[in-house]
């Protein structure tokens, strides 16, 4: 029963200088504010959102802030970033404290977010899946090795690219299964280069949406081993590929933070390895791909847990029931 719409940046290539991005967050914001007044304002968290964050507090319209990690995300994908850090964070922290309501996805984080100052009511509405999309009947439509285990997201520092490309290296990495790599960013050239030297890591670049779930429901496992690059065993993680994995009915195989990790042994839906441990992975994934009716059983709770608990029409709910009690 709600209208929701989308002010996202546009650009037209696929790496974008600095100040193309600085313009695109401008010109965004514009269109926002041109757009007329809306009933609540939902903010997926940046530095740069503080113009749209003023301009509708001033205007009389609820702001809510969303928050899926603290400010060592972005100095760890843009580290010369770090020399105006005070900045950065300084609007980073001014949003979160005059914003009416703030939605973080661990729990872990409402203690970080009490800390940065706000006294707003905090809720914990973690991340989830379109489990129409992503689902065990999708079909891949590229080609594809016959087993494999598959990573897809930001090929950044913090998500544990070099770890997953040291575990391929691995001698206990089964030799019958395949990497495949789905995706973008300042890590890709690491990867290029071991998909040159090793022919079982197959590197798919950048891809539509649309043809992930298939990707992922051929896989043996979902991997997502990130690191501590950014300080994630304080905030913990809920990355939105977990749930996507989970849906797909295979096991994910997760590095060892509070949240994702707390989910998967709960659920018994994957493996949690310890972080920057190439050797705990490889095993983990020799594990799935030898493990006959577990894998499928683990990935069949995955599939259950997110249908139940985690599908997005769950969170929608969640996130609408949230923003009434700020319209009170």
Same mark, same amino acid.
């Given at each position: 029963?709600?209208?929701?719409?989308?002010?996202?940046?546009?650009?037209?290539?696929?790496?974008?200088?600095?100040?193309?991005?600085?313009?695109?967050?401008?010109?965004?914001?514009?269109?926002?504010?041109?757009?007329?007044?809306?009933?609540?304002?939902?903010?997926?968290?940046?530095?740069?959102?503080?113009?749209?964050?003023?301009?509708?507090?001033?205007?009389?319209?609820?702001?809510?802030?969303?928050?899926?990690?603290?400010?060592?995300?972005?100095?760890?994908?843009?580290?010369?970033?770090?020399?105006?850090?005070?900045?950065?964070?300084?609007?980073?922290?001014?949003?979160?404290?005059?914003?009416?309501?703030?939605?973080?996805?661990?729990?872990?984080?409402?203690?970080?977010?009490?800390?940065?100052?706000?006294?707003?009511?905090?809720?914990?509405?973690?991340?989830?899946?379109?489990?129409?999309?992503?689902?065990?009947?999708?079909?891949?439509?590229?080609?594809?090795?016959?087993?494999?285990?598959?990573?897809?997201?930001?090929?950044?520092?913090?998500?544990?690219?070099?770890?997953?490309?040291?575990?391929?290296?691995?001698?206990?990495?089964?030799?019958?299964?395949? =990497? #495949?790599?789905? $995706? !973008?960013?300042?890590?890709?050239?690491? +990867? %290029?280069?071991? /998909? @040159?030297?090793?022919? &079982? *890591?197959?590197?798919?670049?950048?891809?539509?949406?649309?043809?992930?779930?298939?990707?992922?429901?051929?896989?043996?496992?979902?991997?997502?081993?990130?690191?501590?690059?950014?300080?994630?065993?304080?905030?913990?993680?809920?990355?939105?590929?977990?749930?996507?994995?989970?849906?797909?009915?295979?096991?994910?195989?997760?590095?060892?933070?509070?949240?994702?990790?707390? =989910? #998967?042994?709960? $659920? !018994?839906?994957?493996?949690?390895?310890? +972080? %920057?441990?190439? /050797? @705990?992975?490889?095993? &983990? *994934?020799?594990?799935?791909?030898?493990?006959?009716?577990?894998?499928?059983?683990?990935?069949?709770?995955?599939?259950?847990?997110?249908?139940?608990?985690?599908?997005?029409?769950?969170?929608?709910?969640?996130?609408?029931?949230?923003?009434?009690?700020?319209?009170?």
């Amino acid at each position: 029963g709600c209208s929701v719409e989308i002010f996202e940046p546009a650009y037209r290539e696929d790496h974008p200088a600095i100040l193309t991005r600085l313009l695109a967050f401008l010109t965004v914001q514009w269109r926002l504010i041109r757009q007329g007044k809306p009933d609540v304002l939902y903010i997926r968290w940046h530095f740069a959102t503080i113009l749209a964050a003023l301009w509708f507090r001033l205007r009389g319209v609820p702001v809510v802030q969303e928050v899926n990690g603290h400010y060592e995300d972005l100095f760890s994908v843009w580290p010369a970033a770090r020399r105006i850090g005070w900045l950065f964070i300084g609007l980073s922290r001014w949003q979160l404290r005059i914003a009416d309501g703030v939605v973080v996805v661990t729990t872990q984080l409402v203690d970080w977010a009490r800390r940065q100052g706000v006294s707003a009511p905090v809720e914990v509405i973690s991340n989830g899946a379109n489990t129409e999309l992503f689902s065990p009947a999708a079909v891949a439509s590229v080609e594809l090795p016959l087993r494999y285990v598959v990573f897809f997201g930001a090929l950044s520092p913090w998500q544990g690219i070099s770890m997953l490309l040291a575990s391929k290296a691995h001698p206990s990495w089964p030799s019958d299964v395949a =990497l #495949v790599v789905v $995706g !973008d960013g300042s890590d890709r050239a690491c +990867v %290029e280069a071991a /998909a @040159a030297a090793d022919n &079982a *890591i197959h590197y798919l670049g950048r891809r539509p949406q649309q043809q992930l779930p298939g990707i992922v429901a051929g896989s043996l496992a979902g991997l997502i081993p990130k690191s501590n690059a950014a300080g994630h065993d304080e905030t913990g993680l809920m990355p939105l590929k977990l749930f996507e994995i989970l849906a797909c009915g295979v096991p994910a195989i997760v590095t060892d933070f509070p949240g994702m990790a707390d =989910l #998967v042994r709960a $659920g !018994d839906c994957g493996c949690v390895v310890p +972080v %920057e441990s190439p /050797a @705990a992975l490889a095993a &983990a *994934i020799a594990e799935c791909a030898d493990g006959g009716e577990l894998a499928q059983a683990r990935g069949a709770r995955g599939r259950a847990l997110v249908e139940q608990e985690h599908s997005w029409d769950a969170r929608a709910a969640a996130t609408l029931a949230f923003m009434k009690r700020l319209q009170a």
